[in-house]
């Protein structure tokens, strides 16, 4: 095989060989879990297997993945390629779907590798009160989106009867756009109040809420202007009410649009809360 050179005729660095570990998450052990991942394959079709920590009170879900494709110089090459990226994503939340369907688990970032399975113990050990916390307070409840659109663009302002006597074509068109910005003000206005109403009652039936930046461009969905897009961590036995809720506030109001979706895993609530320490992943390898 010829050796790669870099531009000036040199030898250029060998690429990487061999397996790295891929890590999607972490659970706490339970009679279903090895069932769930034994048939699992995740991210390039690899297996998912079982790592446990020393203690035997934490599972993380791994893969072996080749080197070459998830180093860390390779791996920020591929995140330029959207194809790889979604397809790499794909597979990663299929794995963290699967096994929420049967127990708790808590979803690491994308793309969170390590040399071998010895790091990913070390990681599990030094971090295992903050994992443990988190799972504690994830277990027995699930992510749900609430997305906030303003429901139309609001109208134009109405044409006055008669134009005001000396009112020049010049002040009447500026008249014109005075009025037109009123009213997309009083329309926010309305849609920002009943977003409220809409958080408040989501937050009623929550045990956690995260707001993530409203959706623009390529990634808004649907009619309006996205101008709320939040997460809930709701228990599982709550779910109707909150739905129920979300839905008598949204129809109460003709300013906005709501879009609710899930249950997902907890996906917003992986990093520790305000009273917690300790690394949670890494995204580059270790």
């Known amino acids: ?91 990663h939340h299929g794995v963290i779907d699967a096994v929420a369907a049967r127990g ?21 050990t030094a971090d295992r009160a903050a994992f443990t916390r988190r799972l504690a307070h994830l277990d027995g409840s699930v992510e749900w989106g609430v997305k906030v659109y303003l429901a139309a663009a609001p109208p134009p302002a109405a044409a006055e009867p008669a134009p005001e006597p000396g009112l020049s074509p010049g002040r009447a068109y500026l008249r014109g756009r005075h009025q037109e910005r009123n009213a997309r003000q009083d329309s926010f206005r309305e849609a920002a109040d009943s977003a409220r109403r809409v958080e408040a009652a989501a937050g009623a039936h929550a045990v956690e809420h995260v707001r993530h930046r409203p959706q623009q461009g390529p990634l808004a969905e649907g009619a ?27 129809q109460e109001s003709t300013a906005i649009r709501v879009e609710i979706t899930g249950p997902w895993a907890p996906y917003s ?9 300790g690394a949670r992943d890494r995204a580059v390898t270790t």
Do not use: Q
């Open 1 to 91: 095989m010829t050796e790669p050179t870099a531009p000036n005729g040199l030898p250029g660095p060998t690429p990487p060989t061999g397996d790295v570990t891929y890590v999607y998450g972490v659970a706490a052990p339970h009679g279903a879990l090895h069932d769930v991942v034994e048939s699992l394959r995740g991210v390039a079709g690899a297996p998912v297997r079982p790592v446990a920590d020393e203690a035997g009170g934490l599972v993380v879900l791994v893969s072996d993945v080749p080197a070459a494709d998830f180093e860390a110089a390779p791996l920020a090459a591929h995140f330029e390629d959207l194809l790889w990226l979604e397809a790499v994503a794909r597979a």
């Open 104 to 124: 708790t688990v808590l979803p690491l970032r994308l793309a969170t590798i390590y040399r071998d399975d010895d790091r990913v113990r070390e990681m599990i």
């Open 224 to 250: 309006g202007e996205n101008i709320t897009n939040d997460a809930y961590l709701v228990p599982r036995d709550r779910t109707d009410d909150f739905r129920r809720a979300v839905e008598r506030v949204a």
């Open 269 to 277: 609530f992986a990093a520790p809360g305000p009273d917690e320490s």
